[in-house]
């Protein structure tokens, strides 16, 4: 709270100045919030943890592995000397990449499959999200959560607004610099960076396009709603005493579009599958 200013001038300064003055945005996230700036702390937290040598009589076998695995990441000359090697060993599981033109082997495999591994051995979610929780109608049972995939630029914003248009060159050209790094044609890197930002555009635009559908479909039920009210009313003004079952009607009309609309609702969520 920031108490020297008046909350009958601005409220929102009053509640929220010190705040925003003591925590800025940093460069390299779109955000910051306390959960934030806690899981900042436990990563430091867990980087000391880590840089301290094994306590055999202290730390179990997990925590003297993680340790020895931590240490064995900061080896930078031993990266430097077999990373390449490991990489093209992971492009040959997917049959190569494109853009690597001398690597490319197409691999008679699915696409389904190759997904599967992708996210099985690496965690990424590129195409979508798939995770198990459970219900929340029922605890005793578990669904399967499909959603759409984290982004690469973080939120969706950065694809579409234009005042993250610096955003996204910098995007393509990190990823045109990593291709030539990786020894691709330049040619072929600059137009395969502008293809990556263009599908992960695509990506990012299905969700919205699909909840713009359902908002036209619920202003158009409540519309129809309001319509149907006054035309009730106008024609059967002067006959509800004599007709009760009709006072009825508009209640089990409007029942019956409730459900159609929270079908909608749902439909517009992620897909929970049993």
Not at 96 to 119: D, F, H, K, Q
Request: proline letters at 5%.
């Amino acid at each position: 709270m920031n108490s020297t200013v008046d909350p009958c001038n601005d409220f929102y300064e009053y509640a929220c100045g010190n705040w925003i003055k003591q925590h800025p945005i940093p460069d390299d996230a779109p955000s910051v919030s306390n959960f934030e700036n806690l899981g900042q702390d436990l990563e430091l937290a867990l980087k000391d943890l880590l840089e301290e040598r094994p306590i055999p009589d202290l730390d179990g076998d997990a925590v003297i592995k993680a340790k020895q695995f931590y240490h064995l990441c900061l080896n930078e000359s031993q990266i430097s000397h077999t990373w390449r090697g490991v990489f093209d060993d992971v492009l040959r599981q997917f049959g190569g990449w494109p853009s690597l033109a001398n690597s490319y082997a197409p691999v008679n495999t699915s696409i389904e499959r190759l997904y599967g591994i992708m996210v099985a051995k690496f965690r990424v979610d590129s195409l979508f999200k798939a995770t198990v929780q459970p219900d929340d109608k029922n605890s005793e049972k578990h669904v399967l959560l499909v959603d759409q995939p984290t982004l690469n630029l973080f939120a969706r914003d950065f694809y579409m607004l234009p005042e993250t248009e610096d955003e996204r060159l910098a995007y393509r050209t990190l990823v045109r610099d990593v291709l030539v790094l990786l020894n691709a044609s330049p040619s072929v890197a600059h137009q395969d960076s502008e293809d990556v930002l263009l599908f992960e555009t695509q990506l990012a635009n299905v969700r919205l396009r699909i909840k713009w559908i359902f908002k036209e479909i619920f202003m158009i039920i409540g519309f129809i709603k309001s319509v149907f009210i006054r035309f009730f009313k106008s024609l059967f003004r002067n006959h509800l005493n004599q007709f009760p079952m009709i006072k009825d009607f508009p209640d089990t009309f409007f029942m019956t579009i409730g459900f159609i609309k929270s079908l909608f609702q749902d439909l517009s969520n992620p897909i929970y599958l049993l």
